[in-house]
């Protein structure tokens, strides 16, 4: 038995803080923590431009895995899909298969001999 959901409500999330999910506040975090000690490490060596960049190459992936949706999947449904989609031949061969006309052939092959 199948239940059908409106796709609505489907789409419907609870949101914690400032409209948005617990996803987002925990990815949001780590890329504002990941981007300050990027910029905090960098500083002193690479001038405030480039720590600024590298501050934000350093929150990206935060940043990516909380709030980006490819093809309505989340980031790690969609890079497996991508790395499942590298994985797989790029031509497959189906072959017809009767189990049960393989399971007779032996004795069609008896009557025909006892026939003959």
């Not at 905090?40 to 350093?58: H, K, N, P, Q």
């Not at 497959?92 to 001999?113: A, G, S, T």
Request: charged fraction near 25%; include cysteine; charge should be positive.
């Amino acid at each position: 038995m199948e239940i059908r959901i409106n796709q609505e409500i489907r789409g419907i999330r609870e949101h914690l803080f400032l409209g948005l999910t617990v996803r987002q506040c925990v990815c949001g975090t780590l890329a504002v923590m990941a981007g300050a000690a990027a910029f905090m490490l960098t500083r002193g060596r690479l001038g405030t431009e480039l720590a600024s960049w590298c501050s934000v190459a350093a929150a990206a992936p935060g940043a990516f895995a909380g709030f980006a949706k490819i093809a309505g999947m989340k980031p790690e449904k969609w890079i497996a899909a991508v790395l499942r989609l590298a994985v797989t031949p790029d031509r497959l061969l189906f072959r017809e298969e009767n189990r049960f006309y393989m399971w007779l052939e032996p004795e069609r092959r008896e009557r025909r001999r006892h026939e003959a």
